[in-house]
């Protein structure tokens, strides 16, 4: 079963520090402003039952009020980065450094499980300490792997099963809807379904909801109503807490009824944003039950077993991207239109970059030049305009590396099961996919179903061009050799750069 880590310097054994240094040895569009969202002024249904077990909840460790610079110890978790630790607990990446000697200078991701000081500066209000789930259990990635939702819904009794609605131009069942939103947005199947029976009873109950046509999670916008639309908003709206959380730009969040809230330093990514999402959707005593051992996570376990079970290792440690090409053929100059910004959807994660031909004079125009594959790989899923290239070769973009290229014209994209050599072409950028101010093409990566942002410690390099860009949508530079170009959909002189192909170092 799942243990509460509360952290602190009593715990952790001066062996487990010792154990902790070897690891670092051995492992090696349009913008979108945030703020349009209108949070509801009703409630998803739940169980008053449900409610009436507040006072049996476990009451979760307080945190001190830390002096200024405290040292406390912290245990590294999947997918950490110094950079957003330093901001979890208001502090610096050079104080941490200095605080813990072990780390090399050039660390990407933190080694699972490795134990670090942290100086800390106190803030208030932090949330709940409690884990809800871990972040293998949040993406669409290894613990989906062999799941038939289909088959799963149908097994159970609830109005679910019975469901039926339109998205991506297709009526789809209820469970084909969850599972076509999932792989676009790659939030788990699981987590969503686990969500719809917390809120809705939706695979025990075989009575719909009356609002099942309209607001069913509680999120009231004109755009996001009926049922596959309330799906899309929450696997969206999930993703940007998420991600938030993974680049530290999620530092308070502000519930329905006003109150602020900071999430606890030592939480993970996923029980944060779960804690971000049911902040919006529910009143106080429906939210402190919902993030408790009693709320989501007792529904998740009952659905498919304590998500804590298993390996949790989602990023390992040291992480590393393989050696990529540009999109396009060695000679060949393009223009960088696009800094780091969303894989997909709206906001957080900003994972993806694009790039735009020449030949492309302007506009719609067609590109007399394929986009190509910036490593080997298959294709293992196409789509409106997209398609994705899964590089470990096992045919299943939930494991491993794979790359999403979208704006590809429809009548280019390869079949699914083709296999590409990189500098192979796989399609022609186009402005087919969605909105787009020209011929481009978009590129995100995901690795184990998790969006890798194009910027900070991990950030996308082609041929050693390194991406760099913040917080705000298709900004962002290009550099290398102490070369730094710019992000500009003007395509100018400034924002070309021309592919030399890997020989180049």
């Known amino acids: 079963m799942k243990i509460n880590l509360f952290l602190n310097k009593s715990f952790i054994q001066v062996g487990l520090r010792i154990l902790g240094a070897f690891i670092f040895v051995l492992s090696g569009c349009a913008p979108v402003d945030q703020n349009r969202f209108i949070y509801a002024t009703t409630v998803a249904p739940l169980e008053l039952t449900q409610v009436s077990n507040l006072e049996k909840l476990t009451p979760q460790p307080t945190r001190p009020a830390y002096l200024p610079g405290t040292l406390v110890e912290y245990i590294a978790q999947s997918g950490d980065t110094l950079s957003a630790v330093a901001i979890h607990f208001n502090t610096t990446v050079a104080e941490i450094m200095e605080a813990n000697p072990v780390i090399p200078q050039d660390v990407t991701t933190l080694p699972p499980g490795f134990p670090m000081q942290i100086p800390i500066y106190y803030q208030s209000i932090w949330s709940s300490s409690f884990q809800i789930i871990p972040d293998i259990a949040f993406v669409y990635g290894p613990r989906d792997v062999g799941f038939d939702i289909v088959d799963f819904v149908n097994s159970q009794p609830g109005w679910l099963r019975l469901v039926r609605d339109t998205v991506g131009e297709r009526t789809r069942s209820g469970a084909e809807v969850i599972f076509y939103i999932s792989e676009l947005f790659s939030v788990s199947q699981k987590l969503i379904l686990a969500i719809l029976e917390y809120q809705t009873g939706a695979l025990s109950n075989p009575e719909p909801p009356d609002n099942i046509d309209g607001y069913l999670l509680g999120y009231e916008d004109a755009f996001h109503k009926g049922f596959a639309q309330q799906i899309v908003w929450l696997a969206n709206y999930l993703n940007n807490g998420y991600y938030q959380w993974r680049d530290g730009t999620l530092t308070t969040y502000k519930h329905s ?213 913040g917080n705000i949508a298709y900004t962002g530079t290009l550099e290398k050799n102490g070369i730094v170009l710019k992000a500009c959909v003007c395509s100018d002189k400034n924002s070309q750069v021309t592919a030399r192909g890997l020989i180049e170092k």
């Open 257 to 469: 009824d006003g109150r602020l809230e900071r999430p606890d330093p030592w939480q993970n990514a996923a029980s944060t944003t779960i804690q971000y999402y049911y902040s919006q959707v529910l009143d106080r005593d429906r939210y402190n039950l919902a993030i408790s051992e009693q709320g989501l996570l007792g529904t998740y376990t009952q659905l498919f077993g304590d998500p804590w079970e298993g390996d949790l290792k989602l990023i390992p440690g040291s992480f590393q991207q393989p050696e990529f090409i540009f999109p396009f053929a060695p000679g060949q100059t393009w223009a960088y239109t696009g800094g780091p910004h969303t894989g997909w959807g709206t906001g957080a994660p900003f994972s993806a970059v694009d790039f735009a031909p020449s030949s492309a004079v302007g506009g719609c125009s067609p590109s007399e030049y394929p986009a190509l594959a910036i490593a080997d790989g298959v294709i293992v899923r196409t789509g409106d305009a997209y398609a994705v290239l899964d590089l470990d070769g096992d045919n299943d973009e939930k494991t491993g590396w794979t790359i999403l290229y979208l704006h590809l014209a429809n009548n280019s994209l390869p079949r699914v099961g083709t296999t590409l050599k990189q500098g192979d072409p796989i399609g022609m950028p186009s402005c087919e996919g969605g909105a787009a101010t020209g011929t481009h093409v978009h590129i995100a990566r995901k690795y184990n179903g998790e969006w890798i942002l194009a910027y900070g410690p991990l950030a996308f390099t082609f041929e050693g061009w390194k991406i760099g860009g």
